[in-house]
């Protein structure tokens, strides 16, 4: 990662791979379903996907407002006269 990169890739890449993680959970517990297992993945599975949803959904509006897509974009109060 360069000094570059926006925060807003960072967040995505960071949802990116709580969202693998998550997957690789549940692959997990489909292949060797016990009830410990399960139970983790209903504690720790579930919290993992909210998580990563949230931050996807926040990177995804970021990009937007950045490049001027949203109404309430960033630089609004600079292009009006």
């Given at each position: 990662?360069?000094p570059?990169t926006?925060?807003?890739?960072?967040?995505?890449?960071i949802?990116?791979?709580?969202?693998?993680?998550?997957?690789?959970?549940?692959?997990?517990?489909?292949?060797?379903?016990t009830?410990?297992?399960?139970?983790?993945?209903?504690?720790?599975g579930?919290?993992?996907?909210?998580?990563?949803l949230?931050?996807?959904?926040?990177?995804?509006l970021?990009?937007?407002?950045?490049?001027?897509?949203?109404?309430?974009g960033?630089?609004?109060s600079?292009?009006?006269p």
């Open positions: 990662m360069t570059q926006p925060k807003r890739v960072s967040v995505l890449r949802a990116v791979v709580l969202a693998a993680l998550f997957e690789l959970f549940a692959l997990v517990v489909l292949i060797g379903f009830p410990i297992l399960f139970t983790l993945f209903m504690f720790v579930e919290v993992l996907f909210a998580v990563a949230l931050l996807l959904v926040g990177a995804v970021a990009d937007l407002r950045a490049k001027q897509l949203l109404p309430w960033a630089d609004q600079r292009t009006s």
